[in-house]
Protein backbone atom coordinates (compact mmCIF):
# COMPACT_ATOMS: atom_id res chain seq x y z
CA UNK A 1 0.00 0.00 0.00
CA UNK A 2 1.66 3.62 -1.10
CA UNK A 3 2.13 6.10 1.65
CA UNK A 4 3.43 8.93 2.72
CA UNK A 5 6.66 9.09 3.54
CA UNK A 6 8.70 11.86 6.20
CA UNK A 7 11.94 11.65 7.98
CA UNK A 8 13.31 12.39 10.39
CA UNK A 9 10.89 10.42 12.80
CA UNK A 10 12.28 12.84 15.58
CA UNK A 11 14.72 15.96 15.74
CA UNK A 12 15.62 17.56 18.78
CA UNK A 13 17.52 20.89 18.22
CA UNK A 14 18.26 23.79 20.24
CA UNK A 15 16.62 27.22 20.25
CA UNK A 16 18.21 29.68 17.09
CA UNK A 17 19.46 26.29 15.30
CA UNK A 18 18.13 25.80 11.36
CA UNK A 19 16.18 22.80 10.74
CA UNK A 20 14.77 20.63 8.02
CA UNK A 21 11.88 18.11 7.24
CA UNK A 22 11.41 16.14 4.32
CA UNK A 23 8.10 14.56 2.62
CA UNK A 24 8.07 12.04 -0.18
CA UNK A 25 4.01 12.19 -1.00
CA UNK A 26 2.07 9.30 -2.28
CA UNK A 27 3.11 8.76 -6.01
CA UNK A 28 0.76 10.76 -8.53
CA UNK A 29 -0.98 13.07 -5.61
CA UNK A 30 -0.44 16.37 -7.44
CA UNK A 31 -1.74 18.71 -3.89
CA UNK A 32 1.02 18.04 -0.71
CA UNK A 33 0.38 20.06 1.97
CA UNK A 34 2.06 20.30 5.48
CA UNK A 35 0.70 20.39 8.83
CA UNK A 36 1.89 22.04 12.10
CA UNK A 37 -0.07 19.60 15.28
CA UNK A 38 0.75 20.69 18.77
CA UNK A 39 -0.24 18.71 21.68
CA UNK A 40 -3.47 18.27 22.07
CA UNK A 41 -4.52 19.89 19.54
CA UNK A 42 -6.50 19.10 15.71
CA UNK A 43 -3.40 19.48 12.78
CA UNK A 44 -3.44 23.20 11.22
CA UNK A 45 -2.45 23.86 7.64
CA UNK A 46 0.88 25.29 7.09
CA UNK A 47 1.45 25.28 3.21
CA UNK A 48 -0.41 23.70 0.57
CA UNK A 49 1.33 22.90 -2.91
CA UNK A 50 0.34 22.24 -6.23
CA UNK A 51 2.86 20.24 -8.14
CA UNK A 52 5.36 23.07 -7.57
CA UNK A 53 3.43 26.04 -7.27
CA UNK A 54 2.16 27.18 -3.46
CA UNK A 55 -1.34 27.79 -3.51
CA UNK A 56 -1.60 28.43 0.42
CA UNK A 57 0.84 29.95 2.94
CA UNK A 58 -1.50 32.24 4.71
CA UNK A 59 -0.43 30.60 7.66
CA UNK A 60 2.84 29.76 7.24
CA UNK A 61 5.69 31.90 9.57
CA UNK A 62 7.33 32.90 6.69
CA UNK A 63 9.71 35.16 9.13
CA UNK A 64 11.07 32.22 10.01
CA UNK A 65 9.59 29.03 8.01
CA UNK A 66 10.13 28.34 4.14
CA UNK A 67 8.83 25.50 1.98
CA UNK A 68 9.75 24.01 -1.07
CA UNK A 69 8.47 21.51 -3.79
CA UNK A 70 11.24 22.37 -6.73
CA UNK A 71 10.18 19.24 -8.94
CA UNK A 72 6.71 18.79 -7.64
CA UNK A 73 7.30 15.56 -6.03
CA UNK A 74 9.04 15.72 -2.48
CA UNK A 75 8.79 18.86 -0.53
CA UNK A 76 11.02 20.12 2.31
CA UNK A 77 9.66 21.89 4.99
CA UNK A 78 12.79 24.21 7.00
CA UNK A 79 12.61 26.22 9.63
CA UNK A 80 15.41 29.32 10.87
CA UNK A 81 16.09 29.93 13.54
CA UNK A 82 13.53 27.56 15.41
CA UNK A 83 11.79 28.97 18.81
CA UNK A 84 11.08 27.28 21.88
CA UNK A 85 7.34 27.21 20.56
CA UNK A 86 7.95 25.02 17.35
CA UNK A 87 8.11 22.15 19.36
CA UNK A 88 5.24 20.26 17.55
CA UNK A 89 4.24 17.38 15.35
CA UNK A 90 4.89 17.99 11.68
CA UNK A 91 2.81 16.21 9.32
CA UNK A 92 2.72 16.11 5.70
CA UNK A 93 0.26 15.16 3.66
CA UNK A 94 -0.94 14.09 -0.25
CA UNK A 95 -3.97 13.74 -2.23
CA UNK A 96 -4.95 13.12 -5.64
CA UNK A 97 -5.75 16.99 -6.00
CA UNK A 98 -7.10 20.60 -5.41
CA UNK A 99 -10.60 19.03 -5.15
CA UNK A 100 -11.88 19.45 -1.31
CA UNK A 101 -13.85 16.33 -1.75
CA UNK A 102 -10.64 14.53 -2.03
CA UNK A 103 -9.18 12.60 0.92
CA UNK A 104 -5.91 13.20 2.84
CA UNK A 105 -3.56 10.61 2.91
CA UNK A 106 -1.03 11.68 6.17
CA UNK A 107 2.92 10.43 6.90
CA UNK A 108 3.75 9.11 10.61
CA UNK A 109 5.20 12.79 10.74
CA UNK A 110 8.30 14.53 12.57
CA UNK A 111 8.44 15.43 16.22
CA UNK A 112 10.27 18.92 16.88
CA UNK A 113 11.65 19.49 19.96
CA UNK A 114 13.32 22.77 20.30
CA UNK A 115 15.03 22.76 24.01
CA UNK B 1 -14.77 31.16 9.22
CA UNK B 2 -15.69 27.35 9.25
CA UNK B 3 -15.06 25.46 12.30
CA UNK B 4 -15.56 22.12 13.89
CA UNK B 5 -16.59 21.30 17.60
CA UNK B 6 -15.77 17.91 18.96
CA UNK B 7 -17.58 18.70 22.95
CA UNK B 8 -15.65 15.58 24.26
CA UNK B 9 -12.23 15.02 24.93
CA UNK B 10 -12.89 11.44 26.10
CA UNK B 11 -15.26 8.90 25.25
CA UNK B 12 -15.28 5.74 27.44
CA UNK B 13 -17.14 2.44 26.39
CA UNK B 14 -16.98 -1.44 26.96
CA UNK B 15 -15.83 -3.70 24.65
CA UNK B 16 -18.56 -4.85 22.60
CA UNK B 17 -20.56 -2.21 23.30
CA UNK B 18 -21.69 0.62 20.48
CA UNK B 19 -19.98 3.99 20.55
CA UNK B 20 -20.27 7.22 19.44
CA UNK B 21 -17.87 10.35 18.95
CA UNK B 22 -19.43 13.20 18.25
CA UNK B 23 -18.47 16.21 16.03
CA UNK B 24 -20.72 19.91 14.76
CA UNK B 25 -19.53 21.45 12.22
CA UNK B 26 -20.15 25.67 11.14
CA UNK B 27 -19.52 26.32 7.37
CA UNK B 28 -20.48 28.58 4.73
CA UNK B 29 -21.80 26.70 2.22
CA UNK B 30 -21.42 22.81 1.24
CA UNK B 31 -19.55 20.87 3.40
CA UNK B 32 -17.31 17.79 2.50
CA UNK B 33 -16.78 16.10 6.18
CA UNK B 34 -14.24 13.34 7.10
CA UNK B 35 -12.89 11.54 10.51
CA UNK B 36 -9.18 10.65 10.44
CA UNK B 37 -7.76 8.19 13.38
CA UNK B 38 -4.98 8.58 15.05
CA UNK B 39 -2.68 6.21 17.38
CA UNK B 40 -0.06 7.46 19.82
CA UNK B 41 3.01 8.94 17.84
CA UNK B 42 1.72 8.62 14.05
CA UNK B 43 -0.06 10.23 11.54
CA UNK B 44 -3.53 11.06 10.87
CA UNK B 45 -5.31 7.94 9.10
CA UNK B 46 -8.49 8.29 6.86
CA UNK B 47 -11.57 7.02 8.07
CA UNK B 48 -14.64 7.78 5.74
CA UNK B 49 -16.13 10.76 4.51
CA UNK B 50 -19.34 12.47 3.35
CA UNK B 51 -19.37 14.06 0.43
CA UNK B 52 -23.23 14.15 -0.77
CA UNK B 53 -26.06 11.68 -1.00
CA UNK B 54 -27.14 8.75 1.30
CA UNK B 55 -26.66 10.50 4.86
CA UNK B 56 -25.03 7.36 6.22
CA UNK B 57 -21.32 7.11 4.96
CA UNK B 58 -19.91 3.74 5.82
CA UNK B 59 -15.97 3.19 6.27
CA UNK B 60 -13.11 1.59 7.24
CA UNK B 61 -12.84 -0.95 10.01
CA UNK B 62 -16.69 -0.75 10.63
CA UNK B 63 -16.53 2.11 11.17
CA UNK B 64 -19.53 4.45 10.02
CA UNK B 65 -20.93 7.64 10.08
CA UNK B 66 -24.49 9.75 10.21
CA UNK B 67 -24.78 12.92 8.03
CA UNK B 68 -27.55 15.64 9.39
CA UNK B 69 -27.45 18.70 7.62
CA UNK B 70 -30.29 20.28 10.05
CA UNK B 71 -28.39 19.69 13.16
CA UNK B 72 -24.90 20.19 11.69
CA UNK B 73 -23.47 16.99 12.84
CA UNK B 74 -21.42 13.92 11.60
CA UNK B 75 -21.05 11.69 14.61
CA UNK B 76 -18.77 8.64 14.01
CA UNK B 77 -20.58 5.42 14.84
CA UNK B 78 -19.32 1.92 15.25
CA UNK B 79 -22.16 -1.37 16.45
CA UNK B 80 -19.64 -3.11 18.11
CA UNK B 81 -16.45 -1.61 19.93
CA UNK B 82 -12.61 -3.43 19.98
CA UNK B 83 -10.13 -2.52 22.36
CA UNK B 84 -7.83 -1.77 19.41
CA UNK B 85 -9.94 0.87 18.62
CA UNK B 86 -8.50 2.96 21.64
CA UNK B 87 -7.10 5.83 20.01
CA UNK B 88 -7.62 9.72 19.46
CA UNK B 89 -10.27 10.26 16.64
CA UNK B 90 -10.69 13.63 14.63
CA UNK B 91 -13.63 15.19 12.87
CA UNK B 92 -12.43 17.70 9.97
CA UNK B 93 -14.60 19.79 7.24
CA UNK B 94 -13.61 21.46 4.09
CA UNK B 95 -15.76 23.74 1.61
CA UNK B 96 -15.08 23.99 -1.90
CA UNK B 97 -13.77 26.85 -3.74
CA UNK B 98 -12.97 30.17 -1.76
CA UNK B 99 -10.55 31.30 0.82
CA UNK B 100 -11.92 28.08 3.08
CA UNK B 101 -10.92 25.71 0.50
CA UNK B 102 -8.78 24.18 3.63
CA UNK B 103 -9.33 21.38 5.91
CA UNK B 104 -10.01 22.57 8.99
CA UNK B 105 -9.96 19.85 11.98
CA UNK B 106 -11.24 19.44 15.68
CA UNK B 107 -9.32 19.37 18.82
CA UNK B 108 -10.03 15.17 19.12
CA UNK B 109 -11.73 12.65 20.84
CA UNK B 110 -9.59 9.97 22.83
CA UNK B 111 -11.54 7.09 22.75
CA UNK B 112 -10.94 4.52 25.64
CA UNK B 113 -11.79 0.94 24.85
CA UNK B 114 -11.98 -1.25 28.15
CA UNK B 115 -12.46 -4.93 28.45
Known amino acids: EAEVAQSPRYKITEKSQAVAFWCDPISGHATLYWYRQILGQGPELLVQ????????DSQLPKDRFSAERLKGVDSTLKIQPAELGDSAMYLCASSQGLAAYNEQFFGPGTRLTVL | AQSVAQPEDQVNVAEGNPLTVKCTYS??????LFWYVQYPNRGLQFLLKYITGDNLVKGSYGFEAEFNKSQTSFHLKKPSALVSDSALYFCAVRVSGGGGNKLTFGTGTQLKVEL
Open chain 2, 27 to 32: VSGNPY
Open chain 1, 49 to 56: FQDESVVD
